[in-house]
């Protein structure tokens, strides 16, 4: 039995039309033909979940790795590895280099884009950066499963984007964090005079 039968039997036991099309997704002027757009949604949705299940599928792999990491480095080569891979993701962005020289640009930015606040005291060359309170940024977290210590992976992207920005050398301290317990995080940097040449 083909849809148009279906709804003729339908008719034929009473259902009005309209409620009939409602229910077999038909409009008043007759029989839908799958068309080429839906189709393309249903493969767009279908892409959609394997998509998402591979980043939640991604990053239970990677808290897996980080905690078996915990066995083989020590605290210090552990936290310079995901030191450099933070500073990798942020010279990915490119953000740095585009608003290189314009600090408070930046922080108008991250403000608009990501909700972040900033205090900056100039006399001591200190930054202090709060996200609002939310779940780990990093979508390859699952913040029930990675281990804090990857907030190194965030402070070498504070520090890659404060040095090129600022164009002298930096220091990041964590003083919050998601996976350390708060709702938000919270970075301080310390601002360090270029050294001569």
Not at 59 to 65: G, P, T
Not at 141 to 164: D, I, R
Request: hydrophobic share 30%; proline share 2%.
């Amino acid at each position: 039995m083909n849809r148009r039968e279906l709804l003729d039997r339908a008719c034929g036991m009473g259902m009005c039309s309209c409620a009939a099309s409602v229910i077999f997704g038909d409009s008043s002027s007759g029989a839908q033909s799958d068309t080429e757009e839906n189709k393309e949604l249903r493969e767009l949705r279908t892409e959609h979940n394997r998509c998402k299940w591979w980043l939640d599928h991604a990053a239970k792999q990677l808290a897996r790795l980080f905690e078996l990491l915990e066995s083989h480095l020590d605290d210090a080569r552990r936290c310079e590895i995901l030191e450099q891979l933070g500073r990798n993701c942020a010279k990915s962005l490119g953000w740095g280099e585009k608003f290189r020289g314009d600090l408070e640009g930046f922080f108008k930015f991250m403000n608009q884009k990501h909700g972040e606040t900033f205090t900056y005291d100039k006399e001591k060359g200190v930054i202090t950066v709060v996200t609002r309170e939310r779940d780990c940024d990093c979508k390859l977290v699952n913040s029930k499963l990675t281990p804090a210590y990857f907030c190194h992976c965030s402070m070498g992207w504070q520090k890659h984007m404060y040095e090129t920005i600022l164009g002298k050398p930096v220091d990041t301290e964590l003083k919050e964090s998601v996976l350390q317990g708060s709702k938000r995080c919270v970075f301080q940097i310390r601002i360090k005079e270029k050294k001569p040449s």
